[in-house]
């Protein structure tokens, strides 16, 4: 999951108290998501990382992350079946995914047991952030890292 320098980043929306999200990434390829972790740190989300499934879902399991974000395409990954997992460890944990391609059946399939939303690669840094927020603001609750326009 890299994320091309095309993009700057916007002014953090300002509101009532806002939270500092916290963002786990699951990428087999930590080059990848050594890049979007950073990225997002700077966005004002507190992130974290793994590089593989049966890591993320014990993540999960302890920190009860706000966010994860995985890529449909990652190996040994039966995504219904991890999106399924998450939920039942930490119920308020959102998933993102995100996908070299637009696969809208394996989407609506992992959005059956509570994934909130689909990004396809390359990922750019607004569209991440814009993606990112529109999860956020489902929920309606301030959170530091939001953008603006």
């Given at each position: ?26 990428d087999h390829d ?112 301030p959170a530091k ?5």
């Open positions: 999951m890299s994320i091309p320098d095309t993009d700057t980043l916007s002014s953090p929306k300002t509101g009532p108290a806002p939270q500092i999200w916290g963002i786990h990434l699951l930590p080059a990848g998501h050594a890049a979007v972790a950073e990225f997002l740190g700077k966005a004002g989300f507190r992130v974290t990382a793994s590089s593989n499934a049966p890591d993320a879902l014990d993540y999960v399991a302890r920190s009860r992350p706000d966010l994860l974000i995985t890529s449909m395409e990652s190996p040994g990954l039966s995504l219904p079946h991890f999106v399924h997992q998450v939920k039942i460890l930490s119920r308020a944990t959102r998933v993102l995914l995100s996908s070299v391609r637009s696969d809208w059946g394996a989407y609506e399939e992992a959005r059956i047991y509570g994934a909130a939303g689909l990004i396809t690669r390359p990922i750019h840094r607004m569209t991440l952030l814009r993606a990112v927020e529109r999860v956020i603001e489902r929920d309606g609750v890292g939001m953008v603006t326009g």
